[in-house]
């Protein structure tokens, strides 16, 4: 599952620090979610708009439809509270199946 997101204007520094210190350790106690870890843009290749902020979390399970249903039913609870410092009309979830083996340098 890849998030791209962003803080609300502002408010950069306590977004970043729920999002490490707290929203993580919440999501990774989903079941099947298996690590997370986030990103920060460094450069854009290509002209637009580029999200400041990408988490990646990996899931490994057989029924992802029961992943997604767990985090849509935990979200905004004591599990999985969601800061207000997170600008949720950009955020963009989107979960990803691997598709081809892994290339790496000979």
């Known amino acids: 599952m890849i998030v791209l997101s962003r803080p609300a204007a502002g408010r950069e520094d306590e ?10 350790s919440q999501v ?4 099947d979610i298996k690590s997370a870890q986030r ?8 002209e637009g ?3 400041p902020y990408a988490a990646i ?3 490994e399970t057989d029924d992802i439809d029961a992943v997604v249903d767990e985090i ?10 969601i800061s207000d410092a997170l600008a ?3 955020t963009n979830a989107t979960i990803y199946e691997e598709f081809g083996a892994v290339v790496r340098k000979p």
């Open 15 to 24: 977004y970043n620090d729920w999002y490490q210190n707290f929203h993580l």
């Open 28 to 31: 990774v106690n989903i079941r």
């Open 39 to 46: 990103f920060r843009l460094a450069r854009k290749l290509v």
């Open 49 to 51: 708009e580029a999200s």
């Open 57 to 59: 979390y990996e899931i």
């Open 72 to 81: 849509k039913a935990l979200a905004g609870t004591e599990s999985l509270q």
């Open 88 to 90: 949720t009309d950009f």
